[in-house]
Each structure stands twice: as structure tokens, then as C-alpha cells.
């Protein structure tokens, strides 16, 4: 066979074997954040946490290594479109968590889901950025 044939095939392979692994990261994430609220101990928390941002950090590796073979076009790049999308995203957790806080009996829990909202807040500022510099790069 073509040796060039062979190297194309192998490269898809390691790129089928990489996805399936992507997917395995992230269902490892979800099973580990379904976990966290269940747990009070906080060595076992905080071992929790290690497992996210290793997993996190693994799914980047794997994702930049999958971009790598796709080639330059991937199709998740940094766009000013891409990033008004999930401004409004944001813009509609923060809404949506600001109505959950005010339909929250207790003040810790309405407090709690405020200060989430800061959060999204503050991320629609940093996304908002960056919209400024993707548009300034060009
Ligand atoms: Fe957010």
C-alpha cells in the first residue's frame, strides 16, 4: 500500500481513538461533578477538584492535538460571532439565576445564586474583551 495512503489512515485512527477518549474525559467530569455536592470531606473534595482540573486540562491536550490533525480549519475557532453567541448565553444564565435567586425562600440560597450571577456577569465582561480583541487582530 501507498505509504502515504497508510500514514493518512493511521492518522485517522489515532484521531477516532483520540475522540472516543475526548468523550471519555468529559462523561469522567460529569460523573465527578454529579459527585461533588454529595461530599462534605474535604480531602475527598478536594481530591475531587484535582480530578476536574486534570481532566479539564486533559481534554484541552486532546482537543489541540484533534485540532492539530482536522488542520488549521477547525471548526471551533475564536470568532466574534462565536463569542456573541456565548455572550448571550451568559446573558441568559445570569437572567435565569437572578429569577431562581429571587424565587428562593431562604436568603443563603438567594444569595448563593446572586453571587453565581455576579459570576456571569463578570464573564460576559471578559468575553466582551475579548470580542474587542479578536476584532482588533484583524
Ligand atoms: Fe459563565
Redesign the pocket.
Known amino acids: 500500500m501507498d505509504s502515504r495512503l497508510r500514514q493518512m489512515e493511521r492518522k485517522q485512527k489515532l484521531y477516532s481513538l483520540l475522540k472516543v477518549q475526548h468523550e471519555a474525559e468529559i462523561q469522567e467530569l460529569m460523573h465527578y461533578m454529579s459527585i461533588l455536592t454529595t461530599v462534605e470531606n474535604n480531602l475527598v473534595h478536594s481530591y475531587l477538584h484535582t480530578l476536574l482540573s486534570d481532566g479539564l486540562r486533559h481534554i484541552e491536550y486532546i482537543s489541540r492535538i484533534m485540532a492539530g490533525i482536522e488542520g488549521a480549519t477547525g471548526s471551533a475557532s475564536l470568532t466574534k460571532k462565536g463569542i456573541s453567541v456565548s455572550i448571550n448565553d451568559?446573558k441568559e444564565?445570569r437572567d435565569a439565576l437572578l429569577r431562581c435567586a429571587e424565587m428562593a425562600d431562604d436568603p443563603e440560597t438567594a444569595a448563593l445564586l446572586k453571587s453565581i450571577s455576579v459570576?456571569?456577569e463578570h464573564?460576559i465582561r471578559i468575553l466582551e474583551h475579548l470580542s474587542e480583541l479578536v476584532g482588533s487582530a484583524k
Open positions: 451568559e444564565s459570576d456571569e464573564h
